[in-house]
């Protein structure tokens, strides 16, 4: 088969969970993602809500499973010899839909071609095809040299969040909600005395506003002792949705140059974002009111191109105290209003 070669790699990705203003919530999932000449393959099928096959909450054994799958190494879970490349983020069922492809070995390169929406057990590559990916053709050392890496183990533990902070009734609702899209979460007042291996368990630590530049000094200082690089949060306002955002933030461990979200601004009634791809993306405004009563409004959901965007507020939406969450399937960026 004719296709010109394409390089292969991986990096670390998320799909952000979240509480969203009507209650609703959707459930973190970190994944491996597959990086096809530089850029997430993710990023080539328009605005899909979906995680690899490679995703760190799924048990040792699976993961290592889909790993050897991918190398060819166990026979294909779909008829035609097609693997499933992106699926539910929610449930992982085929019902809800996938991308699928055929992976197959030309002597030592690996090629993936006939992409496809699949929500069946055979594939209509006539009405569901990608038309305008692939084939893809791999060399087989770059390949295999990239899954075999995750073999040792990267299929890592669910990350988890320590709370600290004076409020402990908004601490809980905060954790409840975090264990709600499948983030753990635990509630301290300082972490002098937590072990280092406890420590280690905790990929990032939110402060409430309560919290004093000297107890943040001494979680910092534990945390250091302990050789952690724990990504830190200092909470902008008491709002649930608001912290949640803060925090799946935090805990994106994906390139920066490999975000579809990458920039937020919010000031003057008007948010400015930046996108990398064709996204949908969402954004709520919170505010405080004067007895401290949270108001969040929707002020924005649609499909923006790549590049620089400038979104007009409603004015009762961002007064006084406000603060603007911008979300898309896989990042999160969060802005106080700056009023000038």
């Known amino acids: 088969m004719s296709a010109e070669y394409a390089t292969f790699g ?19 999932r970190d994944f491996v993602d597959f990086i096809v000449n530089d850029r997430p393959l993710l990023f080539q099928l328009s605005d899909l809500d979906a995680v690899s096959p490679l995703a760190s909450d799924v048990p040792p054994a699976i993961f290592t499973a889909q790993v050897r799958s991918l190398m060819l190494e166990t026979d294909a879970p779909l008829p035609g010899g097609r693997y499933v490349i992106y ?12 991308v699928t492809a055929v992976i197959e070995k030309e002597g ?25 990916i692939g084939p893809l053709r791999f060399r087989g050392a770059e390949y295999r040299t990239a899954l075999s890496s995750l073999l040792d183990g ?18 809980a609702k905060l954790a409840a909600a975090l264990r709600t899209i499948g983030i753990g979460a635990d509630i301290t007042r300082d972490a002098a005395d937590v072990p ?29 002792r302990a050789g952690v690089d724990a990504a830190y949060v200092d909470g902008l306002a008491p709002i649930v949705p608001l912290l949640v955002a803060q925090i799946e933030h935090a805990l994106d461990r994906s390139p920066a140059d490999r975000r579809r979200l990458t920039r937020l601004v ?22 405080l009111d004067r007895l401290y009563r949270t108001h969040a409004h929707e002020v924005f959901d649609g499909i923006l191109e790549p590049g620089r965007h400038r979104i007009a507020l409603d004015a009762k939406a961002v007064k006084g105290e406000s603060f603007v969450v911008a979300r898309t399937s896989g990042s999160v960026l969060v802005e106080a209003m700056a009023h000038g």
């Not at 030592?108 to 305008?132: C, K, M, P, S, V």
């Not at 506003?209 to 000094?217: D, G, K, S």
């Open 108 to 132: 030592d390169d690996y090629i993936w071609r006939d992409f496809a929406w699949q929500t069946e057990e055979y594939a209509d590559l006539e009405l569901n095809g990608y038309h305008g």
């Open 154 to 171: 990267s299929g890592s533990a669910r990350r988890r969040v320590l709370l600290i902070g004076a409020r402990v009734a908004l601490l």
């Open 10 to 28: 991986l990096a670390p990705a998320m799909r952000a969970g979240g509480v969203l203003a009507n209650g609703d919530y959707r459930v973190h």
């Open 266 to 287: 919010a000031a003057d009634g008007e948010a400015g974002i930046e996108v990398t791809s064709p996204c949908r993306v969402q954004l709520t405004a919170y505010r």
């Open 87 to 98: 699926g539910c983020p929610e449930c992982e069922d085929l019902g809800c839909g996938a």
């Open 196 to 224: 280092a291996d406890e420590l280690r368990g905790y990929g990032a630590v939110a402060f409430g506003r309560a919290v004093t530049q000297q107890e943040r000094a001494a979680v910092r200082a534990a945390f250091d």
